[in-house]
C-alpha cells in the first residue's frame, strides 16, 4: 500500500484535527479544574524558584540546572495531576512523547515545566511554567505563572483571560513607533522587517504570549515552537480577544504536533483582525 505524503505546514493549518472528539468535561468540571490548574502551576512554580539563582556562574549557560529544575518540576506536575485526574493523559517538555497507553479521546494536560531557560539560567525574571489542558480535541484551558514577577495568567474557553483574578484584554490600536513586537531569539536570522516600533526578545514564549494578551506587547512572532509552548498562550490570547495564526492568517491545528515534533512555520500572536498588517512588514531572508 502506497505511503501517505507528511502533510505540509500548510495543511497542518487548515486541515480538521485528526484527533477530534467528543468533550469529556463539563462546563462545571472545567472551572473545577482551572482552580486546581491555577494552584497547582503556584505550586511547581514555587519548586522551580528552589532551583532559581543556583547556576554555576563560571558557565554562559548551565545546562546540568536547568536539566534538574525541568525534570523535578515536570515530575512534580505529573504526580499532582495523576493523584487528583487519573483517567486524564499527559504530555510534557521532558521525555516528548504522547502516552500511547490511554484511551485518546481523554482530556489531555500539555506542560512546559520551565520556559525561557536561557533567562532562568542567568538569574533573569522572564521564565515560567504553562499548563494546557486539552479535551475533545483543542486546547480549553490554559495557565501561565511567570514565579519571580508573579504573575499567573489564566482562561478557559468561552471566558475571561485573567491576569492574577483580574481580566484582561489585548491592545488593540494603530502601530506607531511606541508600538511593541515580541519575536523569536533568531528572528533577525530569518525575517527582516518595516515594523515601525520596537522589535525585541525577552527570551520565554510563553511570556511573550502572556504580555500580547494583557496588552503590554501588540503582537508576537512565535518560532522554533513546540506545542507545549504555546499550547497555554493559545487559549489566554483567545480569551483576551487575540489569536494564533500563521503569517498567512490560517489557523494551526496544534492536534496536528501532540506527539512532540516542531513547529516548523513562523507563527503570529496578534489582537484579531491586526495579522495581515504584522505580517506584511515581514520579509523572508
Given at each position: 500500500m502506497a505511503r501517505k505524503p507528511k502533510p505540509s505546514p500548510e495543511s497542518r493549518a487548515e486541515a480538521p484535527s485528526p484527533r477530534a472528539a467528543v468533550p469529556r468535561l463539563s462546563r462545571k468540571d472545567l472551572h473545577e479544574v482551572l482552580t486546581f490548574a491555577k494552584g497547582l502551576a503556584r505550586a511547581g512554580g514555587a519548586l522551580a524558584m528552589s532551583f532559581f539563582g543556583r547556576a554555576n556562574p563560571l558557565l554562559r549557560f548551565d545546562h546540568d540546572l536547568v536539566t534538574e529544575a525541568d525534570v523535578a518540576v515536570q515530575d512534580f506536575l505529573r504526580h499532582e495531576v495523576r493523584a487528583?485526574?487519573?483517567?486524564?493523559?499527559?504530555?510534557?517538555?521532558e521525555g516528548r512523547r504522547r502516552p500511547q497507553d490511554v484511551e485518546p479521546a481523554q482530556p489531555l494536560w500539555v506542560v512546559d515545566p520551565?520556559?525561557?531557560s536561557a533567562?532562568?539560567?542567568s538569574g533573569m525574571p522572564v521564565w515560567g511554567l504553562s499548563l494546557a489542558l486539552f479535551d475533545g480535541g483543542r486546547p480549553v484551558l490554559g495557565v501561565i505563572?511567570?514565579?519571580?514577577?508573579?504573575?499567573?495568567?489564566?482562561a478557559m474557553l468561552g471566558e475571561k483571560a485573567m491576569l492574577n483574578d483580574r481580566p484582561i484584554a489585548v491592545r488593540e490600536e494603530s502601530w506607531d513607533n511606541e508600538s511593541l513586537l515580541l519575536t523569536y531569539s533568531r528572528f533577525h536570522s530569518d525575517f527582516t522587517t518595516r515594523f515601525?516600533?520596537?522589535?525585541?526578545?525577552l527570551g520565554s514564549t510563553a511570556a511573550h504570549m502572556a504580555y500580547v494578551a494583557r496588552g503590554a506587547a501588540g503582537a508576537a512572532i512565535l518560532g522554533n515552537a513546540h506545542v507545549w509552548d504555546i499550547a497555554a498562550g493559545c487559549v489566554i490570547l483567545e480569551a483576551a480577544g487575540g489569536a494564533v495564526r500563521d503569517l498567512k492568517g490560517k489557523r494551526v491545528e496544534l492536534t496536528s504536533y501532540l506527539q512532540g515534533e516542531r513547529?516548523?512555520?513562523?507563527?503570529l500572536a496578534a489582537p484579531r483582525g491586526l495579522h495581515a498588517e504584522i505580517a506584511a512588514s515581514l520579509e523572508p531572508r
Open positions: 487528583a485526574y487519573p483517567s486524564h493523559q499527559f504530555l510534557g517538555e520551565l520556559d525561557g533567562c532562568f539560567s505563572h511567570l514565579p519571580v514577577t508573579t504573575e499567573l495568567y489564566s515601525p516600533g520596537k522589535v525585541r526578545s513547529i516548523d512555520i513562523a507563527l
